[in-house]
């Protein structure tokens, strides 16, 4: 079956560490993208990547960091500079940057404990 | 500054009913239009997308993009509880330009009741 799988599904992080949260497609996207979404609101664009080895800053990239090595893996690090982390991380992908269809993962809920 | 407008609601309809979810836009050169459905803690999944001004139809949904007004609508015929969800609306401007991302509205809580 494609799809995007993001792990884990839920993630509680410690003050001042780093998580680093999964996402992988195998449907040959180009086009990867990271969105947070908090209580009651919209999407907001993290971070997205147009091709391997390439990566821009979206609206919210500060705190945040992400790598694009290979085609399918497109990882999210929140790092400890994230002053309120606590949000709904969605992962997702389409052919390409121009053809904005895009696909979600089920999502990582992550909680600062 | 791109945005997408919906109103948070919640829409309370009653069962059969039809419901209509609006969507105004910023940017007059937008040239996509998305309608996500989201249950609660789960991710978007995409119901219907749309190009060109007028109606688009699939099944109970109907899209409509009036791109002279910036806005763009959803209707969900004979409405049914399982719909009851929250409905994003999602803007791109379109292009062969980087950051052409999607923008997505705040989402609008949909309430079917039986």
């Known amino acids: 079956d494609g799809g995007i799988t993001q792990s884990p599904k839920y993630l509680f992080r410690k003050e001042g560490q780093n998580v680093t949260l999964s996402c992988e497609q195998n449907?040959?996207?180009?086009?990867m993208y990271w969105y947070r979404q908090d209580p009651g609101q919209g999407l907001r664009l993290i971070y997205y990547s147009q091709i391997v080895n390439d990566f821009q800053k979206g609206d919210i990239a500060e705190g945040y960091s992400v790598s694009r090595e290979k085609k399918e893996s497109f990882p999210l690090t929140v790092t400890s500079a994230q002053k309120n982390p606590t949000a709904f991380y969605l992962c997702a992908s389409s052919i390409d940057v121009r053809n904005t269809e895009a696909f979600f993962g089920q999502g990582t809920r992550l909680t600062v404990v | 500054q791109k945005e997408v407008e919906q109103n948070s609601g919640p829409l309370s309809v009653p069962e059969g009913a039809i419901a209509s979810l609006n969507c105004t836009y910023s940017?007059?050169?937008?040239?996509?239009f998305f309608w996500y459905r989201q249950y609660s803690g789960k991710s978007p999944e995409l119901i219907m997308f749309?190009?060109?001004?007028g109606d688009k139809e699939d099944g109970r949904f109907t899209a409509q993009l009036n791109k002279a007004s910036q806005y763009v609508s959803l209707l969900i015929r004979d409405s049914q509880p399982s719909d009851s969800a929250t409905y994003l609306c999602a803007v791109n401007p379109g292009g062969m330009n980087a950051g052409n991302m999607l923008t997505f509205g705040g989402g609008t809580r949909l309430m079917v009741k039986p």
């Open positions: 940017d007059r050169g937008s040239q996509s």
């Open positions: 749309i190009y060109s001004n």
């Open positions: 449907l040959n996207h180009d086009a």
